[in-house]
């Protein structure tokens, strides 16, 4: 039984294929693709292992919870020789109260333009606090995960308004070379601010991510995703990307990063036309999650 001293003083889990950069507070990600990961930071399950893939940014409300599994050598990819499962099921239990808390849930595996699988688990939790994921077949221990106050998260929530900024665009990169590493060539969404496009009145789909340095992991594959929902509805909303450095060294944080309080990478925001964020995806998401999330707005 997990208690409340052994998750805060453990490792809190596996963000994208991790990383660290030092700008004062830790931004883990997928720019280092590295697939390794340790023994601190998942649970077994059966011969393989459950890893955490969502940051600690997690408030009461609608969850999402994605997971990856992996072995001893790391997070499994598509082309390891796995048979991975469709769906994995689980419950979720209040680790202070042993109460069950959600069971019979269910996460369909997601690698569209990926080449690790996760699966997204939803739940809805009311109140903060610690809980565990038990899947199906996996340890009796579970994985943790705490939901904070929203006044603990500094970064925006689903359900308010997306906050300005003055973006780096084509004309003005605002210190950030190159604005876009997208290659061979860079990315048509970058020809205005943010700002500008709140200013719109449209629905907003912003992307902060760094392809150069995540080329297989979540942001290269999540910009060409946009790129093909761009083609299909055309002017009816607004794509934006920016980028996490200031720099092709990736040493330096670039100020989208730090306009969005943003300790992790990568995440992708998408509004109404009013600019309130109806779907905010953090670390790992693929083509299929986001189509998704821009068909519910009908456009």
């Not at 790391?74 to 796995?82: I, M, S």
Request: glycine letters at 8%; proline letters at 6%; one cysteine or more.
């Amino acid at each position: 039984m997990i208690s409340r001293r052994t998750f805060i003083t453990g490792s809190l889990g596996v963000i994208g294929a991790t990383s660290t950069v030092g700008v004062g507070s830790l931004l883990a990600g997928c720019s280092s693709e590295s697939t390794a990961t340790t023994s601190e930071s998942v649970a077994a399950l059966g011969d393989l292992q459950l890893v955490q893939r969502f940051p600690q940014v997690l408030v009461p409300g609608n969850v999402r919870l994605p997971i990856s599994l992996a072995n001893q050598a790391g997070l499994l990819t598509t082309d390891n020789g796995f048979e991975l499962p469709n769906t994995l099921s689980a419950q979720l239990i209040n680790a202070d109260t042993q109460e069950v808390v959600a069971e019979s849930l269910s996460a369909d595996r997601h690698d569209t333009g990926l080449t690790i699988p996760y699966w997204p688990f939803r739940v809805d939790i009311d109140k903060p606090g610690i809980y565990t994921l038990i899947v199906d077949s996996g340890p009796a221990e579970g994985a943790a995960i705490q939901v904070l106050n929203a006044t603990e998260v500094l970064i925006p929530l689903v359900g308010s308004q997306l906050p300005g900024f003055d973006t780096p665009t084509v004309d003005d990169h605002r210190g950030v070379e190159p604005v876009c590493t997208r290659t061979p060539e860079p990315c048509e969404f970058h020809n205005i601010t943010l700002n500008e496009a709140l200013a719109l009145k449209k629905p907003i789909a912003y992307l902060v991510g760094t392809p150069a340095h995540c080329s297989t992991g979540t942001c290269a594959p999540a910009l060409e995703a946009l790129i093909n929902v761009r083609k299909s509805i055309g002017d009816a909303m607004t794509f934006l990307h920016a980028e996490i450095y200031t720099h092709d060294k990736a040493t330096t944080v670039a100020p989208a990063v730090v306009a969005l309080k943003m300790e992790y990478e990568p995440a992708i925001y998408i509004t109404d036309a009013s600019g309130k964020i109806i779907e905010r995806f953090d670390a790992v998401f693929d083509a299929e999650e986001i189509s998704s999330a821009i068909a519910a707005l009908n456009l």
